[in-house]
């Protein structure tokens, strides 16, 4: 079983930053990519950024340039880093977890509210 636990979503002014992480524990034998999706009310969820073991990384064409991935594969962590908000950043973020070896899954933490509002 594969746990995601993540923390730092609030509510920040536009403008603002924010910093989100994401820790995975379990039995995790071998990582491809971590990162994170949102889901704004009324849309479908969206990929946020991706980073892989390699560090290879990718981003929403809406967050390039403002949201910076990284990720510590020893500590089995990844984080976001996000500035210049804008009211349209304003969703709910999970961080999802693409592991295996012989077969792959994908594990989901339970999401952070970001609300970006003055």
């Given at each position: 079983q594969v746990h995601l636990v993540e923390s730092g979503g609030g509510l920040v002014q536009p403008g603002g930053s924010l910093r989100l992480s994401c820790a995975a524990s379990g039995s995790i034998l071998s990582i491809n990519a971590m990162g994170w999706y949102r889901q704004a009310p009324g849309k479908q969820r969206e990929l946020v950024a991706v980073i892989t073991t390699?560090?290879?990384?990718?981003?929403?064409?809406?967050?390039?340039?403002?949201?910076?991935?990284?990720?510590?594969?020893?500590?089995?962590?990844?984080?976001?880093?996000?500035?210049?908000?804008?009211?349209?950043?304003?969703?709910?973020?999970?961080?999802?977890?693409?592991?295996?070896g012989s077969n792959w899954y994908v594990a989901w933490g339970q999401g952070t509210q970001v609300t970006v509002s003055s």
């Open positions: 390699g560090g290879r990384t990718d981003y929403a064409d809406s967050v390039k340039g403002r949201f910076t991935i990284s990720r510590d594969n020893a500590k089995n962590t990844v984080a976001l880093e996000m500035n210049s908000l804008k009211p349209e950043d304003t969703a709910l973020y999970y961080c999802f977890l693409n592991y295996g």
